[in-house]
């Protein structure tokens, strides 16, 4: 980018919310700073991770980096929107603190957005690479296939409602960026804890603008073992609050009458969490609590998932633990 290109393009803000992961934190900067579209705002929020992270932040030696260290742990939720709250930019992006971007992911996202006021935020496809960085084409694969943008055009998409609540396509935390002043940050709730990334998706098609795709895979979304999909594997405390933050989502969903035609989807959505509750609830050896979120997730949609749960909590903890 040419300086008078730099200085008539619009600011990006990059928030990197990080805890506890130096190394991963080091690679995702280096892909940050690296990016041909220079006119960027980079800030790093470390939730009060056991090694202060700022030596790796300085090392940089980037003006465009601003460091803010948490003194206690906030959780995740409320470190995320900290640093979202400090973004200055005409357009905001967040940067997982374990995965990576391709050098011109704002490069081929800003300009759609520079074109297309009717569009709110712009998306792509993304890698999965494993913990030493190396592409799992695979897994790629896979998840183009699952989140529908396999063989989805490049374009504005208006309304994207259906890209994002049926095809699961747009995700505002791995592969987006976003016009600033359509969120009022301050205003999203904190029970939507680790769900937040798909509570902001739901405010940008709440926009009732559209979603740029393009079709270019842009970002690294890495899958390890320290990642927040399994580090709570045995964690089932910590589960039952993740599950109880998509319910809390869904529950605001079914509200929205704007989305009404979507009721059904987010019904299901909604007993599959609660009856995921439940059974982390019998794991944990309480199954009166157990009982009701399964009752009510048969109340709202009939699955042999949930009646078989609800059926457990009957029974003995000997036998409920075999399961």
């Known amino acids: 980018m040419s300086k008078s290109a730099e200085l008539n393009s619009p600011l990006v803000s990059v928030i990197i919310p990080t805890y506890n992961r130096p190394a991963y934190l080091k690679e995702a900067l280096q892909?940050?700073?690296?990016?041909?579209?220079?006119?960027?705002?980079?800030?790093?929020?470390?939730?009060?991770?056991?090694?202060?992270?700022?030596?790796?932040?300085?090392?940089?030696?980037?003006?465009?980096?601003?460091?803010?260290?948490?003194?206690?742990?906030?959780?995740?939720?409320?470190?995320?929107?900290s640093a979202f709250g400090k973004a200055r930019g005409k357009y905001i992006a967040s940067l997982l603190d374990d995965d990576r971007w391709k050098p011109d992911f704002l490069a081929k996202l800003v300009p759609p957005l520079e074109e297309h006021p009717e569009a709110v935020l712009a998306f792509c496809d993304h890698f999965a690479i494993d913990a030493a960085g190396n592409i799992n084409w695979q897994a790629t694969e896979e998840l183009s296939q699952a989140y529908r943008?396999?063989?989805?055009?490049?374009?504005?998409?208006?309304?994207?409602?259906?890209?994002?609540?049926?095809?699961?396509?747009?995700?505002?935390?791995?592969?987006?960026?976003?016009?600033?002043?359509?969120?009022?940050?301050?205003?999203?709730?904190?029970?939507?804890?680790?769900?937040?990334?798909?509570?902001?998706?739901?405010?940008?098609?709440?926009s009732n603008l559209g979603a740029y795709y393009c079709s270019e895979r842009?970002?690294?979304?890495?899958?390890?073992?320290?990642?927040?999909?399994?580090?709570?594997?045995?964690?089932?405390?910590?589960?039952?609050?993740?599950?109880?933050?998509?319910?809390?989502?869904?529950?605001?969903?079914?509200?929205?009458?704007?989305?009404?035609?979507?009721?059904?989807?987010?019904?299901?959505?909604?007993?599959?969490?609660?009856?995921?509750?439940s059974i982390n609830l019998l794991r944990v050896n309480q199954p009166i609590a157990a009982r009701q979120y399964a009752l009510a997730s048969l109340g709202q949609n009939f699955s042999l998932r949930s009646l078989v749960t609800l059926m457990l909590s009957y029974m003995p903890s000997s036998f409920v633990s075999q399961f």
């Not at 940050?32 to 705002?41: D, G, K, M």
């Not at 980079?42 to 003194?71: G, H, K, L, W």
């Not at 309304?159 to 205003?187: C, H, T, Y």
């Open 218 to 277: 842009l970002t690294c979304v890495r899958i390890h073992s320290g990642s927040e999909t399994y580090n709570d594997k045995q964690d089932f405390e910590a589960k039952i609050q993740k599950m109880k933050s998509h319910v809390f989502c869904y529950e605001q969903f079914m509200k929205d009458e704007n989305l009404s035609e979507f009721k059904p989807i987010f019904q299901r959505k909604w007993a599959f969490y609660n009856t995921a509750i």
């Open 149 to 206: 943008r396999k063989n989805l055009q490049a374009g504005i998409y208006q309304p994207f409602k259906k890209n994002w609540i049926v095809d699961g396509s747009v995700s505002s935390s791995m592969a987006a960026l976003i016009r600033r002043e359509f969120i009022l940050w301050q205003e999203i709730p904190a029970e939507v804890g680790v769900a937040w990334d798909m509570y902001l998706t739901y405010l940008c098609s709440r």
């Open 31 to 81: 892909s940050a700073v690296q990016q041909t579209y220079r006119n960027l705002e980079i800030i790093v929020s470390d939730n009060c991770s056991a090694e202060n992270p700022q030596p790796i932040v300085e090392s940089f030696r980037d003006p465009r980096i601003r460091f803010y260290r948490n003194p206690t742990n906030l959780g995740m939720f409320a470190n995320t929107m």
